[in-house]
């Protein structure tokens, strides 16, 4: 496994710019869950987080800090330590400042595999996770499909997951993010799976990527959840969302469609004859991205179909090199 052409720096995150503020004093801290948690969601509910998410919020780190995953696993009246009360509280002070959750408790369920997470590192979504899952049903047991392409690793949940439970297989993950790439490698290694992956920290719209990739294809797969969010709708995303996660792995320009075209314009160099395009995306864009795949004789794919997410809406989309 290789991790090549890093890049400098990293991301700038948001710091809020009042000094913090305790949320509870020493010596009015509640000391059972059940207390704790309800101070916490008072306070996460008084910086504008909705209710429902205050307490999946208050929830979530309480069971973190006391080493369980679920809050009904921690009995109601368990006395809380002191150490356990600070660490709580330095965690709330994180998601009171908006960060996202998964970032505070530093990791996240991606099917059942537990994924270590970073800021800015895009945060993997449920509806990633169906995507995930209808890759696996399509493969079912067809060894002959043995190469998958991840463009756009970011946190490396979708080839761990490809890679644990299509064993046969074998990845390259591509991201133009060190920190990306960084934690992909971390989460392949914890789950024993980095021996039959490469990683590539580097821009996938360089020619210089194009000449690699095209070295270590072609590919039976290509998957990618690009960049799919119109440039103008940046700014309205939650706070969580445009102030701790990569706006590169979000903007997907004027019609959210720009990276998706040059993967639309590359994909037929990069896959065998039938191999397969899967496509996370914005919704209402399928039938521009058919569009632009039936307007180019020379484009060599075939729009197979939309596949919908759980909310019965048009999310995926499946792709194929003829």
């Known amino acids: 496994m ?34 704790v948690c309800s101070n916490l969601i008072r306070k996460f509910q008084n910086v504008g987080i909705e209710d429902t998410e205050s307490r999946f919020s208050a929830e979530y780190i309480i069971a973190h800090v006391l080493g369980k995953k679920m809050f009904h696993q921690v009995p109601g ?14 965690l709330a002070m994180k998601r009171m400042e908006r960060m996202p ?24 979504r449920p509806e990633t996770e169906e995507l995930v899952q209808y890759m696996i049903q399509h493969v079912g047991q067809n060894k002959s499909c043995r190469t998958f392409l991840e ?28 920190v990306a790439c960084d934690l992909t490698l ?14 590539l920290n580097m821009d996938f719209k360089s020619a210089e990527t194009m000449q690699y990739l095209s070295r270590l294809g072609p590919f039976d797969i290509i998957v990618s959840n690009p960049p799919y969010i119109p ?15 990569d706006r590169g792995a ?12 040059h993967l639309l314009a590359v994909s037929p160099m990069l896959l065998k004859k039938n191999g397969r395009l899967w496509l996370e995306t914005g919704l209402e864009q399928h039938k521009t991205i058919q569009s632009i795949i039936n307007s180019d004789s ?23 090199r003829y």
């Open 2 to 35: 290789r991790c090549l052409t890093r890049i400098q720096g990293l991301h700038a995150f948001y710091r809020a710019t009042r000094n913090p503020i305790s949320c509870y004093s020493s010596s009015a801290y509640p000391s059972d869950a059940i207390k």
């Open 77 to 90: 009246g368990q006395i809380i330590n002191e150490a356990q009360l600070t660490r709580i509280n330095e």
């Open 101 to 124: 959750l998964q970032y505070v408790i530093q990791e996240w369920d991606f099917h059942e595999f537990t994924v270590k997470l970073s800021p800015p590192v895009l945060i993997p």
């Open 151 to 178: 463009v756009g690793c970011g946190s490396g949940a979708v080839t761990l997951c490809l890679l644990s439970k299509l064993p046969w297989m074998t990845a390259v993950a591509c991201d133009i993010s060190c």
């Open 186 to 199: 971390e989460n392949l290694t914890k789950h024993q799976v980095q021996g039959r992956a490469v990683v």
């Open 231 to 245: 440039t103008a709708d940046i700014d309205d995303l939650d706070p969580e969302v445009r102030r701790y996660e």
């Open 250 to 261: 979000l903007d997907g320009g004027t019609d959210g469609l720009d990276f998706i075209r």
């Open 298 to 320: 020379n484009c060599a794919l075939e729009f197979v179909k939309s596949i919908e997410d759980f909310t019965r809406r048009e999310r995926f989309c499946l792709i194929e």
